[in-house]
């Protein structure tokens, strides 16, 4: 079924309910033809790490908010919750609501563990937000995933506002990049949903350094071509070519 606005598929987008990075990269980067309609993950838990494993819990009250839209495809926006879950209950849990569900169904940890693959990357270097427990929970992630963890740069962040990761600068997110980009990986990730990512894989992706991909890149990339095989082609969501212009023109960043 095609609707006005997205004849190319209709993402319903999961996000994290305080987060407010995911919602701006997401329109930034989603290509022409496509559009969302986005839901919040909710947890009354006070403590960090068991909100992020009750996001993936039962998704059916969740799924409520998008009633009987005719979704093409389900993205999950929280990498935290992939890191919690671990590799091989993720799997299946994904299989279980894509099978319930009828359509494809992508969280940000696969999606990056897709890229990564597809890139043909292996040695890493991560640019985290997190606090401690959170970043080395990444890190066996990405390990029991097969790829090698070079070197792990915190991102300053601030303890003032309503959640440190979702009030990290761009320029923070940026700065930490450029500073793995001589560690001789074959990619910087930058973890986390909430961390800004577009200015630094702009503007630090390019030239003789390696790729910079982020979590949410690698989700709508993943989610994007797993309903229009057409943009499966990495390099030109690497690059910025495919979403650059509409970034800059929403205001994520300034030309220097």
């Known amino acids: 079924m095609s609707i006005a606005y997205a004849p190319q598929g209709l993402m319903g987008l999961l996000t994290p309910q305080a987060n407010t990075t995911v919602e701006p990269e997401a329109w930034a980067l989603l290509p022409a033809g496509f559009s969302l309609i986005n839901g919040r993950l909710v947890s009354a838990a006070p403590d960090l790490m068991q909100r992020l494993r009750d996001y993936f819990g039962d998704l059916s009250p ?8 005719p979704l093409t495809v389900l ?20 299989d279980h609501w894509a099978q319930r569900l009828g359509i494809p169904v992508v969280t940000a940890g696969t999606a990056v563990v897709q890229a990564l693959q597809h890139m043909g990357a292996q040695r890493l270097a991560l640019a985290s937000p997190y606090p401690s427990e959170l970043t080395q929970a990444s890190v066996a992630y990405w390990q029991s995933h097969g790829f090698e963890v070079l070197q792990v740069q915190n991102v300053a962040t601030t303890s003032e506002g ?13 700065q930490a990049v450029q500073g793995l980009r001589s560690t001789g990986a074959d990619a910087v990730l930058m973890l986390g949903t909430g961390m800004p990512s577009l200015q ?13 991909l ?5 989700l709508m990339w993943q989610a ?33």
Do not use: K
Request: aromatic content about 10%.
């Open 62 to 69: 969740a799924l409520t908010q998008f009633a009987n839209a």
């Open 200 to 212: 630094a894989i702009r503007t630090q992706g390019q030239g003789d350094g390696p790729p910079v």
């Open 75 to 94: 993205a999950l926006a929280c990498t935290g919750s992939s890191y919690l879950l671990g590799r091989q209950a993720e799997v299946q849990w994904v």
């Open 214 to 218: 982020s979590s949410m890149l690698a």
């Open 224 to 256: 994007t071509s797993a309903v229009q095989p057409q943009y499966r082609d990495i390099a030109p969501w690497l690059s910025g070519a495919l979403w650059a212009p509409r970034a800059q023109a929403m205001g994520l960043w300034q030309s220097p």
């Open 162 to 174: 309503f959640h440190a990761i979702y009030t990290t600068g761009a320029d923070a997110a940026a």
